[in-house]
């Protein structure tokens, strides 16, 4: 299924509308009931024809009280036929990478390639003390794990292990059909290149706007190629946030009343060092979101999503769509952007749970 937005129509360009979940909890909200209206919003996503659906990742804060993307990927993958399931991200400065790949593998077997794996460095947060990877391996050690899965991902029957992850050859079982693909979610120029090295595509986040996403785009693809990559065959994600009315002032009103409640978990995160993780503008970050993303009426929002499908080598868009409100109205919101923005043609009768919550 594609979004297939004007301008990719125009670059005959294939690009796929997916859905970004946060399963973020709003103040008073139970955590269960948040991470089973993920999964509604997931089996909701294939009922209205989106691509796919992926999860992130986050430990120990409400801004995302789902603490394992490839648990949840699972699940949703056993309750769905035919959307991709990914996640944004897996954080690899928690895991190793190994027991990782394995664990992608087995996913990627058990659901017909359903899966999509994305992985991402992380902070310098108290995770990395509680599962005992230390700050060390965040600073100074995604590049060897991107390496170790890579290899583990690649088809080879057998990987050993390298400078940090030293290990003698071990047999890959299950051993994957096809290289896997491997999203790296990037924010910084390093990273980026880290992921052009490798080959990898990347997953662009929602902070940035179109200018800053194509200067990120424009320099993997120069170190790619650089590195025998071929940048026009490497299938790029990028995040957006969506939310759509019948006006622009509308949606804005929606999302500036919704949104906040959310962002504020970011203010949980907790620092390794013991310094404060930061007290962000909500307010003025609110309105920027606002600003670069698809929020308003459907010809608004149609016009947003055919410059982020104009973006160099972005296949995939990824929509987040918690902003405005609580369950009822992210179902909602699911609905209208399939049908009012991306016209997608619906797999089957619109989404509805029918297990009452409490």
Known sequence: MTADPAAARRAGRDVRAHLFLLAGNRPGAIHADTLADAHDYGRAAEAAGYAGVWIAEHHFISYGVCP???????????????????TAACILSDRHPVALGE?????????????????????????????????????????????????????????????????????????????????????????VELAARHGMPLLLGLHADLAEKASLLDRYARVAAAHGHAPDSVAHASAHLAHVEDGDEKAARAVRAGLPALLAGTREYVRLDGTPAGRRDLVAYVDRLIDIHPVGSPRRCRDAIDRAAALPGVRHLLLMVEAAGGRDRTLDTIHRVATDVLDLPARGSRYEHATPRG
Not at 78 to 83: L, R, S
Not at 111 to 122: A, T, Y
Not at 143 to 166: I, K, Q
């Open 103 to 191: 664990e992608a593998v087995l996913l990627d077997e058990l659901s017909g390639g359903r899966f999509r794996l994305g992985v991402g460095r992380g902070g310098p947060w108290v995770d990395l003390e509680v599962f005992g990877t230390g700050l060390d391996r965040f600073q100074n050690g995604f590049g060897d794990s991107l390496d170790v899965l890579a290899r583990w991902l690649s088809g080879e029957p057998a990987v050993a292990g390298n400078r940090r992850f030293p290990f003698r050859p071990v047999p890959v079982v299950p051993r994957p059909r096809r290289r896997m693909p491997v999203w790296v979610a990037a924010t910084s120029p390093g990273t």
């Open 68 to 86: 394992s993307a490839i648990t949840f990927a699972a699940h949703l993958l056993g309750a769905t036929q035919a959307i991709e399931v990914g």
